[in-house]
């Protein structure tokens, strides 16, 4: 049962335009959120994290909205760069432990 | 400051033989969690060791065990492989266990099943 889900496999984006990855998720014990950036043949990197107390944080061009009702966030970047190029998947977490729950991931290509 | 590395990189075993993968993590971390990637289903948690004890369990059948070391090192075995095994392991770690330590991830390491 997938409790994170990330229900845009792909997205295109002109360079200097604005990209928005989504995620939902179904655990309302989930009160720590992240979003992580991978290239091929690479790990994950973490990206912005957010916790449940906050509905917003920026870092740099990198901002993520969290909306704990719909159970939804959001990762916008602004502007987007051709190295934003990558599969970014979200993940979330309950205040139980180490366990942390993954989307199946959203593959972004920034055309330049 | 060396990242999360994993051993071997590239795996190709066959059906119900057994298999070990290894991670060491960033030196001072403690905590070594592994997730199993694969197409269509993301990153699915399999177990985090912390100080040599397994803190939590992902939902994989028993053929999927660990283990860690004093070093912090940790290792993952699969035993009697399946067709479905193949996948993308990797293993993250962080300094302390807790959902707020950020984890940092190894490259991983593609295991194929044939």
């Known amino acids: 049962d997938q409790q994170v889900k990330q229900n845009s496999p792909s997205l295109s984006v002109q360079e200097g335009r604005i990209s928005i990855l989504n995620c939902d998720y179904t655990?309302?014990?989930?009160?720590?959120f992240l979003w992580y950036k991978k290239y091929p043949a690479e790990g994950p990197t973490f990206l912005i994290s957010?916790?449940?107390?906050?509905d917003k944080n920026e870092d740099g061009r990198f901002t993520v909205f969290l909306n704990k009702s719909a159970k939804h966030l959001s990762l916008h970047i602004v502007p987007s760069q051709p190295g934003d190029s990558a599969v970014y998947f979200c993940a979330a977490s309950a205040d139980t432990g180490n366990q942390f729950y993954f989307g199946t991931g959203t593959s972004l290509t920034v055309i330049p | 400051k060396a990242g999360v590395t994993q051993t071997p990189r590239y795996l190709i075993k066959t059906r119900g033989q057994q298999v070990t993968l290894s991670c060491s993590p960033i030196s001072g971390h403690r905590s070594v969690s592994w997730y199993q990637q694969t197409p269509g289903q993301g990153l699915q948690f399999l177990f985090e060791?912390?100080?040599?004890?397994?803190?939590n369990k992902g939902n994989f059948p028993g053929r999927f065990s660990g283990r860690q070391f004093s070093n912090s090192r940790s290792e993952m075995n699969v035993s009697t492989l399946e067709l479905g095994d193949s996948a993308l392991y990797l293993c993250a770690s962080s300094r302390a266990s807790g959902n707020y330590n950020e984890q940092f991830f190894g490259p991983g390491t593609r295991l194929t099943v044939l």
């Open positions: 957010i916790s449940s107390i906050k």
């Open positions: 060791y912390f100080s040599e004890t397994q803190r």
């Open positions: 655990n309302s014990m989930f009160d720590y």
